[in-house]
């Protein structure tokens, strides 16, 4: 009998014989808007989000996402309501900005951030405004997000691969981070010398050899009040990642094996009973994309992936 783990939408979960995963279809992106029949640049503020509240005098990192249009983008420039905070170049298009109280204590302490996309040929997209608050009271609090792995991310067992965490915002300096699996410590990372500007890089760590199983990792930022990240993700012997949706409309997934060289077939089915062949893969390493040859659409149609017994 073959073995393996199923996966229905983002739940995991062990179960013997069959790996199996829902799937519905996607709608299809939307095109970017037209201006004199060039394609616009598309720009938006992904970090501070709106409505975050910050302590005065906290450093805080602006993210963009930038999708070119006709023209490759030149700069990407940022604003405080009218003030011009920052230039980035190149990408990611990041800035640092000091979220400072106006010396006008009848002032609002409140800011519109914008970013406005600069193409080659000087023509201009503004993000949608993100509105941020930094009053005096609240306690002095850092940010910090982790970035890898991906929460909901499916490994390969035994697991080895490297935790990023990326500060944010800081009411002062860099601080050491600890990385926590559950509650147990996997180290600190001290980059406590290091002044908070775009080029500050992600903390990392190297964790090794993790067993099969559903983690949480988290992390801490220094001694002070940190709103820290955690994601969850689970190491198995075989598994599907969640689906996307191609450009010409195809559905794809990624697979997971720790068995890499051994046959691996991916079957599908309209019901989870009647099961049909697709495709048999022998892949070479722990991962393999999988793309149906078939278009997405609205019908429920599950997968699987299967190892036969040898």
Same mark, same amino acid.
């Given at each position: 009998?073959?073995r393996?783990?199923?996966?229905?939408?983002?739940?995991?979960?062990?179960?013997?014989?069959?790996?199996?995963?829902?799937?519905?279809?996607a709608?299809?992106?939307?095109?970017?808007?037209?201006?004199?029949?060039?394609?616009?640049?598309?720009v +938006?503020?992904?970090?501070?989000?709106?409505?975050?509240?910050?302590?005065?005098?906290?450093?805080i990192?602006?993210?963009? &996402?930038?999708?070119?249009?006709?023209?490759?983008?030149?700069?990407?420039? #940022?604003?405080?309501?009218t003030?011009?905070?920052?230039?980035?170049?190149?990408?990611? #298009?990041?800035?640092?900005?000091?979220?400072?109280? =106006?010396?006008?204590?009848?002032a609002?302490?409140?800011?519109?951030?914008?970013?406005?996309?600069?193409?080659?040929?000087?023509?201009?997209?503004?993000?949608?405004?993100?509105?941020?608050?930094?009053?005096? $009271?609240?306690?002095?609090?850092?940010v910090v997000?982790l970035?890898?792995?991906? $929460?909901?991310?499916?490994?390969?067992?035994?697991?080895?691969?490297?935790?990023?965490?990326?500060?944010l915002?800081?009411?002062?300096?860099?601080?050491?981070?600890?990385?926590?699996?559950?509650?147990?410590?996997?180290g600190?990372?001290?980059?406590?010398?290091? &002044?908070?500007?775009?080029?500050?890089?992600p903390?990392?760590?190297?964790? +090794?050899?993790?067993?099969?199983?559903?983690?949480?990792?988290s992390?801490?930022?220094?001694?002070?009040?940190?709103?820290?990240? =955690?994601?969850?993700?689970?190491?198995?012997?075989?598994?599907?990642?969640?689906?996307?949706?191609?450009?010409?409309?195809?559905?794809?997934?990624?697979?997971?094996? $720790?068995?890499?060289?051994?046959q691996?077939l991916?079957?599908?089915?309209?019901?989870?009973?009647?099961? +049909?062949?697709?495709?048999?893969?022998?892949?070479p390493?722990?991962? #393999?994309?999988?793309?149906d040859? =078939?278009?997405?659409?609205?019908?429920?149609? #599950?997968?699987?992936?299967?190892?036969?017994?040898?």
């Amino acid at each position: 009998m073959p073995r393996g783990v199923t996966s229905m939408g983002s739940l995991v979960r062990l179960l013997a014989p069959f790996l199996a995963l829902l799937v519905l279809a996607a709608a299809p992106r939307p095109a970017a808007a037209q201006t004199n029949g060039d394609l616009a640049a598309e720009v +938006s503020i992904t970090w501070p989000n709106q409505g975050d509240v910050f302590t005065g005098g906290t450093l805080i990192k602006i993210e963009t &996402h930038v999708v070119p249009g006709s023209r490759a983008i030149a700069s990407v420039q #940022f604003f405080g309501d009218t003030n011009l905070i920052a230039t980035a170049t190149n990408p990611p #298009f990041s800035a640092v900005w000091e979220a400072r109280p =106006s010396p006008n204590p009848a002032a609002p302490p409140v800011s519109d951030l914008r970013a406005i996309a600069v193409d080659v040929g000087g023509g201009r997209t503004e993000s949608a405004a993100v509105r941020v608050f930094y009053p005096p $009271s609240p306690p002095a609090m850092s940010v910090v997000r982790l970035i890898a792995p991906a $929460s909901g991310s499916v490994l390969a067992a035994p697991a080895t691969f490297v935790a990023s965490a990326e500060l944010l915002a800081t009411p002062g300096a860099a601080a050491p981070v600890e990385f926590l699996l559950g509650t147990n410590s996997l180290g600190v990372v001290d980059q406590s010398d290091l &002044h908070f500007t775009v080029e500050t890089p992600p903390y990392s760590l190297l964790v +090794s050899n993790l067993a099969e199983g559903q983690y949480e990792l988290s992390v801490t930022f220094g001694e002070g009040i940190c709103r820290c990240g =955690s994601v969850s993700f689970r190491v198995t012997k075989l598994g599907i990642k969640p689906p996307t949706v191609t450009p010409d409309g195809s559905l794809q997934f990624g697979v997971v094996t $720790s068995f890499p060289g051994k046959q691996t077939l991916i079957e599908a089915s309209p019901d989870l009973a009647n099961w +049909s062949p697709i495709v048999t893969n022998v892949p070479p390493g722990n991962t #393999f994309t999988f793309v149906d040859p =078939s278009p997405a659409t609205n019908r429920t149609r #599950f997968y699987r992936a299967v190892i036969p017994s040898q």
